[in-house]
């Protein structure tokens, strides 16, 4: 399946993203250049480095097509293309861009990623009269990841109190997170007291909307060693997608034995990833990661997906304390999507940057003990699309 | 002979207590309650129910027409015939039309079906469906009065027949009773009460009683009438005039259900037939800017009670009824109250496109690996990936919760807040997605393994059209 793959080939040697939340004074023009100038700054490089560009996007309203980065950045007609696949946008994005240092085409490109959920309004993600057949039901978006929940439940006996502990914990992270959206630390009795948005899903299991963006600087770990980091760049050892059915995504076969309780796109892309890094026990080999927790059942049933547990035994795990900061997984160090809300378009570079910066021995006041190898997850559409990507301290 | 070979009823899940309109208002008490249709039901959805109960054991594909009769057609240009006879699979090469404006609609439309099966050879069986959903305005004793149902006749030319249509006879009169002003009018208006009165008194007697005149009849000979009227009294004065033997004019209607409008002569005809008398000879009649009489005789009592048994009709619906708690919901449910209802995108040429998907209820079966699946959009199957292999076929319209939520985030135009997404396995296979209707305290109610029925509804109104499809329901025991 792969082939040559990219594993050692490609080297993150600058990082940032802007403060998330919501940004009513700032518009998607000032996160993007604001993402890039800093990663700019954390790489020295001067912007007229850059060979070329990926960005991801969600929604047409952020922005259509990759002129958006000239309009922003001002590179001088570089190459730049705009990449939209749902939440795995800005995870794409950066695939692009590390498949095109890998081959040799480029030196040093940029992975960006922006969107501006809150000009739009409303609550909930904005957009769904637009999308899909005129006639089909159209749930939201924690309307669909319930649906899992509910059967989670009574497959494997979760409660909402299971679900709750993910927010806790994330909460918990991303009050020490200086540019995370929600800094608060929560208890499982707010979360349980919280409105329905989808019912077992409350306010609390649900990610926010927010502004936000964040941007990588990519080059071969040849010519990192020029650059700012050359002691402590970060390697690409896989980058791996899966696409499963997206329509009709509540289908049976999604997956043998995974009827709305595994998330097959999630067990491919890390079979894949796994395969071209060498990873055999991800449990005992991450030592940390971002997992796509965009609703807490997400977040439950992607470290099953991920290997992290077996299937059922996430709550569990949850629990006794296995995915906490200290734990032998940090599952979402940075607070994840609970903490940061989900500018869809740029949380996989988001999530791309805390682990580069965990694995830099980086990530002030939330550091997790001895991270050598970090992995990050999205997942996106209804189940349908899964990034996953392994980052590794360098050789 | 020409006749009724079928029968098929449509009563709406909800009955408003007449009382709340009384405190509402601070109106005189009246006492009963009155059928109500919910805001995501019209005219052509309740049709498409009571086309169903009317067609269960019948091959739609056996059906030569569809006749549609109503005062609330949801279209003025673009009939509703033809699209009810899609939605009950149906085949092309048959004969549809409307008949509207008129509250006789329905009876007329009975004796246009006779008359078509009688002229053309090719023409044996004409499907005629009423259906009515007056909104009465508020504050006025019209309230009391208008109800929403369905019900629909099988008209058909056969050797041996349930029942046999003999004779019809009818009268047209221009009175400015009752109307509707089709460019200005949201609600009904009268002119004066008491000429309408004298107007009905006068037509409905008259065609009951030319068609005995004719056929050479005594009132005695009648075993049941089934003639609309709009209020009890009127009811009791016709059945006097008539000199109808006790038990012989048909009243079941109005108490609980209210005047139906154009289905009401219909559905009390279906109601006097669950316990037929042999050869017993029934008149049907219709009122409205003139009258139709229509005669009728039991031909096979077996046939008739077989119908009684198989069908929902009546009886099956009226005992699956539930009473409102407030005169708000009833508000609602008519879309008096200015909501910001949410739309969504159409496009029409998408929905023709998927007619047999959307409209018919087929899927398609995997010929490789056997999987049923929907919609049948797709080309390559997603089980074994075999391409270009798909048969279509005929879904069912039950089926089993394999897991919902309830979506509090997006409603719509004709779904309460928590609409309850329901991730449903067909009996017989394939799975779908639909919105579920009709259901109190979705909390408590709405559980994996629960088994619902598909109702057809009004979707949205994007592309300013009235966009319908599937949803689902608890339980009301369609067979």
Redesign the interface.
């Known amino acids: 399946m792969v082939r040559k793959g990219i594993k050692d080939k490609v080297a993150i040697i600058g990082c940032d993203m802007t403060k998330y939340g919501e940004l009513w004074d700032k518009n998607q023009y000032d996160l993007l250049f604001e993402a890039f100038h800093s990663a700019c700054k954390d790489t020295g490089i001067n912007k007229d480095e850059i060979d070329a560009s990926w960005i991801g996007i969600f929604y047409y309203f952020t922005g259509l097509s990759g002129a958006m980065v000239e309009d922003i950045l001002r590179l001088d007609g570089k190459p730049s293309t705009r990449v939209e696949n749902f939440c795995a946008s800005g995870m794409d994005a950066f695939r692009n861009a590390s498949f095109a240092v890998a081959s040799g085409a480029y030196d040093v490109v940029l992975a960006c990623g922006v969107e501006k959920l809150m000009d739009e309004g409303g ?2 993600l904005p957009g ?3 999308f899909g ?8 978006a ?3 990841f ?6 989670c439940f ?1 497959d494997y006996g979760w409660t909402k109190e299971d679900l709750a502990r993910v927010a806790v914990k994330n909460h918990d992270n991303g009050s020490d997170h200086p540019k995370a959206h929600f800094r608060s630390k929560i208890t499982i009795d707010q979360v349980m007291k919280a ?7 409350g306010r609390f299991d649900c990610c926010a909307m927010s502004d936000g963006a964040a941007a990588l600087i990519l080059t071969t770990p040849e010519l990192a060693e020029s650059y700012a980091h050359a002691d402590d760049y970060i390697l690409v050892k896989a980058n791996a997608i899966s696409c499963r ?1 997206n329509f ?1 995504w ?5 997956g043998p034995g995974a ?2 309780t595994s998330f097959p796109a999630t067990v491919k892309a890390a079979e894949y990833a796994y395969k071209e890094a060498g990873i055999t026990d991800p449990r005992k080999e991450i030592d940390c990661a971002e997992v796509h927790d965009c609703f807490t059942i997400t977040e439950l049933i992607n470290c099953q997906d991920l290997k992290f547990c077996d299937r059922g035994q996430a709550a569990e795990e949850l629990k006794n304390g296995t995915f906490n900061w200290d734990g032998e997984i940090a599952v979402n160090p940075s607070g994840g999507l609970k903490s940061f809300g989900h500018p869809i378009g740029s949380t996989g570079c988001r999530m791309l940057t805390e682990i580069t910066k965990q694995l830099q021995g980086r990530a002030e006041g939330r550091q997790v003990p001895d991270a050598k190898i970090g992995l990050c997850h999205n997942l996106g559409g209804a189940f349908a699309v899964c990034s996953t990507t392994i980052l590794s301290q360098r050789d | 002979m020409i006749g009724i070979k079928s029968y098929g009823a449509y009563l709406p899940r909800y009955l408003l207590p007449r009382e709340l309109i009384g405190k509402a208002w601070e109106f005189p008490i009246v006492p009963g309650t009155k059928a109500v249709a919910m805001a995501d039901e019209d005219s052509l959805t309740m049709s498409v129910e009571a086309g169903l109960d009317c067609l269960v054991g019948i091959d739609p594909k056996t059906i030569d027409g569809l006749f549609f009769a109503s005062t609330t057609q949801v279209y003025t240009e673009k009939d509703s015939a033809s699209l009810i006879a899609t939605v009950l699979d149906m085949r092309e090469d048959i004969i549809t039309a409307d008949f509207t404006d008129s509250l006789k609609a329905g009876t007329t439309a009975v004796t246009r079906a006779v008359d078509t099966i009688k002229a053309n050879k090719d023409i044996k069986r004409i499907l005629v469906v009423a259906a009515d959903t007056r909104a009465p305005e508020p504050s006025t004793m019209w309230e009391y009065g208008f109800a929403d149902g369905a019900a629909a006749l099988l008209i058909a030319e056969d050797d041996n027949l349930p029942l046999s249509i003999d004779d019809y006879y009818s009268v047209s009169a221009n009175v400015t009773g009752p109307w509707k002003r089709a460019d200005k009018d949201k609600f009904i208006r009268t002119f004066e009460v008491k000429m309408d009165a004298k107007f009905y008194l006068e037509n409905i007697i008259k065609v009951m009683s030319e068609i005995l005149k004719r056929n050479e009849l005594k009132p005695e000979d009648i075993g049941a009438a089934a003639y609309y009227y709009n209020n009890p009294r009127m009811y009791g004065r016709v059945a006097r005039m008539m000199k109808f033997a006790q038990g012989v004019a048909q009243n079941s209607v109005f108490f609980q259900l209210g005047d139906l409008g154009t289905p009401m002569a219909f559905v009390l005809l279906i109601g006097a037939l669950r316990r037929p008398k042999p050869d017993a000879k029934i008149l049907m009649a219709g009122f409205g800017d003139g009258a139709d009489a229509i005669l009728m005789q039991v031909r096979d009592r077996d046939a008739l009670r077989n119908l009684g048994k198989t069908r929902m009709g009546f009886i099956g619906h009226q005992k699956s009824m539930k009473a409102l708690k407030n005169y708000n919901k009833f508000l609602a449910f008519k879309e008096v109250l200015e909501k910001d209802r949410y739309t969504r995108k159409s496009s029409a040429v998408t929905i023709w496109r998927d007619t047999a998907s959307v409209y018919k209820w087929y899927g398609v079966k995997c010929k490789s690996c056997g999987t049923i699946q929907y919609p049948d959009m797709l080309r390559s199957c997603y089980v074994c990936r075999a391409d270009d292999q798909f048969e279509r076929v005929k879904l069912a319209l039950k089926g089993t919760i394999f897991t919902y939520t309830l979506d509090h985030l997006v409603g719509g135009a004709y779904l309460d807040i928590p609409v309850p997404r329901c991730v449903i396995d067909l009996d017989g296979g394939g799975r779908v997605l639909l919105n579920m209707t009709e259901i109190e305290k979705p909390e408590e109610n709405v559980q994996i393994g629960m088994r619902v029925e598909l109702t057809f509804r009004k979707e949205h109104e994007g592309a300013e059209f009235k966009n319908y499809y599937w949803k689902c329901r608890p339980e009301r025991g369609r067979p």
Not at chain 1, 146 to 151: D, G, K, Y
Not at chain 1, 250 to 254: A, H, L
């Open positions: 609550s909930g769904f009269k637009l057949h005129p006639l089909y039901p159209t749930p939201s924690p309307a669909m319930s649906m899992a929940a509910t059967r009574h409105p329905m948005i989808a019912d077992p899903l059915t009709p509540y289908i049976p076969s999604n009827d709305f």
